[in-house]
């Protein structure tokens, strides 16, 4: 049956290419960095410009205020590193900001970072691609003049190598990162040596505009209100901070230090990014609006339709390299690159989240299995539709879609962080060593200071981003959530129903004897093995049953079963109905009828082939059968396979398709027994 | 896994109703004339305005060849007619035109009838519906201008209803065919009476008009050649009259004569209502063009895109009955009904020769067994998709859809009468009794005379129509030809390999133990359940294998298995990257390798459950597992079904697809024992 849905994607995405298994390759500092910090990291892109469009809408005087709101930015990030550090260093089994809120606050939490985590997966595919494109249109212009397209594309690309299984490898990730931090940095040193240093005036390409602010002289608590947004829109920054957590068994050992250490490299490279980004803003004049078309002014004119507002990154890249200049270029493709990156990032940690909840049996349990290549693929494709959905529905417009982000990441820093003080608690009830104690308060001083924080975020985005669009993701959360619940409820009852009663070791009747039955259409090899099978298993009874549907044949298979000397007898039933299904189901029922604690063994002769269109041709009415055959109590049914010669083709095919190794791997790391959490059922 | 395909059909199309077993019910002949003279009788709501159509390209003075091509028409109907009734007493089986190629002219002429009767169901319907949207149009402006719209939903209805399951009554045909045949009768009296008694002029809404030919002047070759595209258009009126040969089974007795009585009911009614149509058209100066909007001159102007050209019948039934009136809407209504009807019967038909097809291994084999809804559904898809996609293409437009049409059923018609002249030819080589022998040479000369005039027909119906679509036709022929013959290579291929040789009444190495091995995962009912069932079969060798994924949850099986002391020693294999597949198939092909003639019988406990989504959390790696197994030779592998309560819910749903009786069956008739041709292979 799978064969039947494997074509489509077969034609799509090509066979999985052979790669090694997963060896065990740890990472080291150098490689982790770049694995886990492109989704930090590339937020510099487009958090500042977010930051300089909100505050436009109070008119160019806000301006002023961009750096506050770097230094608060800086602070939370300060902050969330510092509680993360603890979290990394208290759980090391990589279960993530999940595992702390189950563990600590209860399954509810876990389930609500779960859901908030699995629609900050979406948007963070959304968001880095649309600014990926919006970035490369800066140095394309065909790219950006056809935006939405281009997004899809790219999302449905990303997609296509996830599903074929390409490898993540540390040089694939370390290239465009360092690439794009190196960039950068040239970027703000050189910026400011000729600031600086030479004197120079540089003019981003928007310098001499003027703004039409959408709220004149706004002051007081609406001023404070629009500052409090701008904050919002910078925290995009953090987005992706708390992967590493769910890193620390792919790092080197001492794993808890190294990615401890990783983490902070990590925020004191975003911060600084982010920081000389919005000053070197500053220094080159840029002009960003959030209708640049209306509120843009060049010469007392709005600019209108025909204008297109680069993003920040790229108008000081061209100030401070010169337009159409090599290094920036370099820096475009760079910085496109690596938002691409962090949207592959998405696509390795949802189904890798996935898995972890299937585990706890709030998804589909075969999803827990690795390189279950189905299970992933499902799970990407999920992605990568919502991601398109969102990117058509807002065409792939940043500004807008990141009023949707944030929401999630926010949540599950808030709740990881209570948790962590639960946790520190907890310790410290039981824990006597006074040096181990102040190190233990100290950890929680840091994890209730960043709850705080966070949890003050939290409410200050929803504040100010719930009608701008943090609604649709707060609804994706609830229908995450919902669908995960009834998915537990379930599996729960059939737990329930299921359990062996331990008074009575086994079912009420014990079935006593076995009636077998071997299916017989024609007296072929199969039917001939099928036949030397079930005589092997000595079963009480041994009958062979055709359903007569032609005389013809009926009498041919009467002459055969002669001729070969087969001595089993042969049970004919009539059907003039050319019915199947019906006559085998009555009997069966009619000798269980006869005999109630007998179990009937059928064995169906099934052909084994190797395309999915001789699938069509073979084995319909036996599946159907066998289907109908499950409902009836009492009955085991037994394939007996003969493998056709095409079938060689399948069997190939599904030796690739076991090799095949799933996306993520190498940020989950080799180790596979994750931290127990006590109220977990065995 | 059909359930999953199953819901969408659930959702659009409901539950199947409950409805009778198939009954003993022969029909009358009062009852089968309507239900198999829908298809012919409704043609003449079409057929004439298409003769005046062609004509009108010579222009108006071409319409007095009218008469002549009516008579053509019913010297061609008559043969037809006396052919078939040749055909019915020969082979009262039901086998129709594709038993009588097959049989006497071998299976590739068979083939070849089967495939242009594909074709030709598929353009029945798109026809059909077409011309009933334009009948109602001259009622109901609205579905006039929304044509294809009201023609793809009207196939589709049809198409839902015959998903269902819906029975075909002889009620349901009777009363609309009865309807329109005395509605047309009605007409063609009380037209003559006005006409001939009472000395009216009758006007049609056309009279007035003029025709600007398309080429003036014709004559001589170009002229004959128009006459015959004519004559082709006309001969519609004689597509379904094969219809009757299929269906003598469904005939009370003596079913033969019965046939051929009604047959020749039929042949007279068509031909009457064909020459009376035609015949007031003339009376009331109807005018008919191709391209209306520019050939039909009102006052010396082209009427214009506006215009809507109404069909001969509606513009007769206008100048008759008068505008609006009472007779003029019900028979427009009766019209639209059985071209509805008409368009029905192929969705009865298509599925219908599809069984028989796939019975000679031209067509999946599962499509051979009655009453198996899956099969009959996907060849109504299939009939539905296609003509959609023709009524869209041809924007529902009967004009250019009929010169598509025909060239099927005259292949059928011509093969199938060459095939009854050698028929006759072997019967008479071996009569001696001289009156049957002249009845023998009778039937022979009215069949030869019926394949001479039909061959000469379909080829001018290829001559003349060729260019303007019948190509269409024909490719869709060879797809099918091509398809059937692929299929029939595959069965043929997969026969002689699995062949019993008779040398060797079995496979070379008999296999001589069975090493049993149940998979657990967790100690649960239905684990227990396919261990005792296990147990039972008294295997060589048992043991219960369980793969470790979780070293908790394995710990958790090993006390539940001590502690209810199942005598089945556990075998645990270590799973560090948490697949389950590959230990398992492994582990199989290690004991194989170690002792090459047992046979390992793998037992899956399976969950039985009711609703598809469920099917999404149970039993997947089951059936992956399962899936690779069968590649693995000497392997077999048994299902013991665990039925959760909500397998309840499907068992009722399995007991009501059972009861469905698949669309057609009345007219097929209860015996199912079909005529068996000499080249058969049983």
Redesign the interface.
């Known amino acids: ?2 064969k039947l849905t494997d074509l489509p994607k077969r034609i799509l995405i090509g066979r999985a290419l052979r790669s090694d298994r ?1 060896g065990e390759t740890l990472l080291p500092k150098r490689v982790a960095l770049p694995v886990f910090a492109s989704d930090p990291l590339s937020s510099v892109a487009y958090a500042p410009g977010e930051v300089l469009i909100v505050l436009s809408l109070a008119g160019l005087s806000a301006y002023h205020f961009s750096p506050w709101i770097a230094l608060a930015v800086v602070v939370l990030m300060f902050t969330v590193v510092a509680s993360y550090r603890q979290n990394v260093r208290a759980y090391p089994s990589g279960g993530g900001d999940y595992e702390v809120a189950t563990t600590n606050l209860g399954p509810r939490a876990g389930l609500t970072v779960a859901s908030a985590l699995l629609v900050d997966y979406v948007l963070t595919v959304a968001v880095s691609v649309s600014a990926g494109v919006e970035n490369l249109g800066s140095a394309v212009p065909f790219v950006i003049e056809n935006k939405t397209l281009c997004a899809v594309g790219a999302i449905v690309l990303l997609a296509l190598m996830n599903l074929r299984g390409v490898r993540e490898s540390g040089k694939l990730f370390a290239v465009p990162t360092y690439l794009f931090v190196a960039g950068v940095f040239a970027m703000i040193l050189w910026g400011g040596f000729r600031s600086l240093v030479l004197g120079d005036t540089m003019h981003a390409p928007t310098a001499e505009f003027e703004i039409k602010p959408e709220h004149q002289g706004l002051a007081g608590f609406a001023l404070v209100f629009l500052l409090l947004r701008a904050f919002s829109s910078g925290c995009a920054a953090l987005t992706g901070v708390e992967a590493i957590s769910n890193g620390v068994p792919a790092f080197r050992k001492p794993k808890s230090r190294n990615a401890a250490t990783t983490l902070a490299l990590m925020g004191l490279l975003a911060v600084t990014m982010f920081c000389g980004i919005i000053a070197l803003a500053m220094a080159t004049d840029v002009k960003m609006a959030e209708n640049p078309a209306k509120d843009l002014i060049r010469d007392g004119v709005p600019v209108g339709e025909g204008f297109t507002q680069d993003p920040v990154i790229a108008q000081v890249a061209e100030a401070v390299f010169g337009h159409g200049s090599f290094l920036f270029m370099v820096l475009a493709a760079a910085t496109a690159l690596v938002l691409f990156l962090a949207a592959n990032t998405a696509y390795n940690g949802f189904p890798l989240l996935g898995s972890i909840l299937a ?1 706890d049996r709030y998804l ?3 999803l ?5 290549r ?1 299970a992933f693929s499902n799970g990407i494709v999920l992605l990568a539709g919502a991601a398109v959905l969102l990117v058509w529905i807002y065409g792939a417009d940043t500004t807008h879609l990141i009023q949707l982000y944030i929401v999630g990441v926010f949540v599950s820093f808030t709740l990881s962080q209570t948790g962590m003080v639960r946790h520190w608690n907890r310790l410290l009830a039981a824990e006597r060593d006074p040096a181990r104690r102040r190190h233990m308060v100290r950890s929680r001083a840091i994890n209730a200071f960043g709850a705080f924080f966070t949890g003050l975020v939290l409410v200050v985005v929803l504040a100010t981003k719930f009608t701008h669009g943090a609604w649709v993701a707060l609804l994706g959360m609830v229908i995450f959530y919902g669908t995960m619940t009834a ?1 537990r409820k ?2 729960d009852r ?2 329930a ?4 009663d ?1 008074a009575s ?3 009420s009747a ?5 009636h077998a039955i071997v299916l017989v259409s024609k ?7 099928a036949l ?2 079930a005589q ?4 009480d009874q041994l009958e062979a049953l055709s359903i007569s ?5 009926t ?2 298979l009467r002459e ?1 079963w002669e ?4 001595n089993v007898p042969l049970k004919i039933l009539d059907s ?7 006559p085998v189901i009555e009997y069966v029922k009619g000798l269980r009828r006869r005999s109630p604690r007998d ?1 009937v ?1 059928v ?1 169906i002769p ?3 082939v190797g395309h999915w269109y ?1 699938h ?3 084995n ?2 036996a ?2 059968l ?6 009836t ?1 009492g ?11 095409s ?1 060689e083709a ?2 190939k095919r ?1 030796r690739k398709r ?1 090799d095949w190794s799933a996306p993520g791997s190498v940020r989950r790391g ?1 180790v ?2 994750r931290h ?1 959490e006590p109220n ?1 059922k ?1």
């Open positions: 049956m799978s997963l585990q589909p349990r075969q827990h299995t690795r390189g279950d189905l998915i379930h599996y059939v737990a129903e299921i359990a062996a331990d070791p086994d079912e014990r079935p006593s004897r076995v007296l072929h090899r199969p039917t001939l093995r030397a099978y092997l298993i000595r079963a549907v032609d005389p013809a044949e009498k041919a055969d001729r070969h000397g087969v003039p109905y050319r019915e199947v299904t019906r179990v063994s064995y099934e052909y084994v001789e069509l041709l073979h319909q009415s599946l159907r066998k289907g109908r055959l499950l409902f109590p009955v085991m049914v037994t394939s007996v396979p003969y493998q056709l010669q079938s399948a069997k599904a076991a080799p596979e027994r127990k977990r065995g």
